[in-house]
């Protein structure tokens, strides 16, 4: 059976609308940068959401406040880079004490305004994920699905809800874009993160993304991958969101 076609699932590049949800300001370029950049070139509506101001980003003698400000600039920086035109930031503290539900009561009003065709974040699923501002960023956008559909949130049927949820780093991918054609634009949109990416580890760290992308396309694209490069998500309807054992393996 064709799950997908049966849930009218799309190609993720397919999409006339999206919005990306980081947890902090720069995991939507990590994830997914070549997806978006692939998308801002095709005319999609690309709509970033960073959910936390990445204070804690770092060690040593460093003023959280004035991390959080040059974090903002280099998101700037990252999102021109990607053609990325509107960008919302929640405000809530890096590490802070704010819960899912916070982020969910943050969350609905934005999508509701812009109606996306999917909401990409990060897997909050995937193994090992120990950082809070992840976890509660990827659950928070999966619950809107559930909110949504409900009638806590007050809607003239038919309901609004995201045709798909995608996520990002995620150890259970279904779906793959190819991104051969924007992956110096995304590196250049990761290398815009200064903060984060300006050290002794990110040449390896490159190296490292570049393998995975490759891997990916062998994977995912055919032809062996014909040494193309590729972004890796989960695609899922929002009925696959609840009460759907099967979505970790379709
Ligand atoms: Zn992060």
Known sequence: MDLRALLGLKALDDVQSA??????????????????????????RVVAVTVTDGRYGAVGAVDPADL????????????????????????????????????????????????????????????????????????????????LASLIVPQTPPAYVPLMFAFYASAYPNAAVD????WPTKIRAIEAHESQFATPEWPALKAYLEFQ?????????GDGGDGRLAETFKLL??????????????
């Open 19 to 44: 919005l990306f949800v980081q947890p902090h300001p720069d995991d939507n370029e990590v994830g997914a940068g070549g997806t978006i950049a692939k998308l801002a070139a095709k005319g999609c």
């Open 68 to 147: 959080a400000r040059r974090r903002q600039e280099e998101l700037v920086a990252a999102c021109t880079a990607l053609g990325i035109r509107e960008h919302i930031e929640l405000g809530f503290e890096d590490l802070g004490s704010y819960t899912e539900a916070d982020v969910v009561e943050k969350l609905v009003p934005v999508l509701l305004d812009i109606r996306p065709e999917v909401v990409v974040t990060v897997d909050p699923w995937t193994p090992y994920e120990a950082h809070p501002d992840h976890v509660k960023t990827g659950r928070a956008v999966a619950e809107c699905a559930i909110r």
């Open 179 to 182: 991104v051969t054609d924007y």
């Open 213 to 221: 992308a490759r891997e990916a396309a062998k994977r995912f694209l």
């Open 237 to 250: 309807s929002p009925r696959q969101l609840h009460f759907f054992p099967d979505a970790i393996s379709s």
